[in-house]
């Protein structure tokens, strides 16, 4: 199906071709008034190297998206490969995402999510409402990342990355 100019674009069409974009899997959270919020996110990408900033969109109306509205910082958790239950569980509206799971801060006390592929800390330096999403521009304060395998998100179901020229990760060999 396609969408001719002047004609309303059906939303769930618009879900279906936009899923055949793949990317990371991240989890994005903050601190407020002491309370740890975060929800997983695919809509994540680097905007600028010098300076360096990072631009995330959030569901508005969100109890994360509110925190980090309120609290002006948040974390990037980029996920490794065998990530899937963490992304699940922050993708869970109304839980306890942060039920169980040791917490990890970093220099400016936000939660990270342990043995993550990657972890950016930010400062909100933008924020504006597009659609039904806030999209936050971060100025990156902080980075670490280590080797690894990334968590891929395709047409709603999460996999591997793997190159062309590369073997397939045998996980339980």
Known sequence: MTAVAGEALDPLVMRRTMG???TGVGVVTTLFEGEPH???VNSLTSVSLEPPLLLVCLGSGARTTEAMRASGRFGVSILSARQDEIALRFARRGAD???GLPLRFGEHEV???????AHLECVTERQFVAGDHDVFIGAVRRVCDREGEPLAYLGGRMGDYRGRDEEPIHWFA
């Not at 939660?111 to 592929?117: E, F, G, K, N, T």
Request: aromatic share 12%.
């Open 111 to 117: 939660p990270v999510v342990p043995d993550a592929l």
């Open 20 to 22: 055949r974009f793949a």
């Open 38 to 40: 975060g929800m997983t």
């Open 97 to 99: 995402h942060f039920a």
